[in-house]
């Protein structure tokens, strides 16, 4: 069942990941910030898991990176929607 779930997770990024690289377009810039705030995320979405972790005795860290991903996206892309689209 854990591999079933995890497939499907994977299965579910790579779905998110095209749709969110649809709307950033061709644009270097864009990509970067969109980029800058994937990475910020996972970093605080793993940062939040430690202390999850520690309290539920469980391993969350996959979970929460995925969500800080998000977040991080939905931060980073009003700041990414000011470049032009066809910028470089």
């Known amino acids: 069942m854990s591999l079933v779930s995890r497939v499907a997770l994977l299965a579910v990024l790579i779905l998110v990941t095209a749709v969110v690289r649809a709307l950033v377009g061709p644009s270097k810039r864009r990509g970067f910030y969109m980029g800058l705030g994937a ?10 898991a430690s202390l999850v972790s ?8 996959v979970i929460f990176a995925c969500l800080g991903i998000f977040a991080g996206w939905a931060v980073a ?12």
């Not at 520690?54 to 860290?61: E, K, M, P």
């Open 54 to 61: 520690r309290w539920i005795t469980r391993d969350v860290s």
């Open 39 to 48: 990475l910020g995320g996972m970093a605080a979405g793993v940062a939040a």
């Open 77 to 88: 892309w009003p700041f990414a929607r000011r470049i032009p689209r066809e910028a470089n």
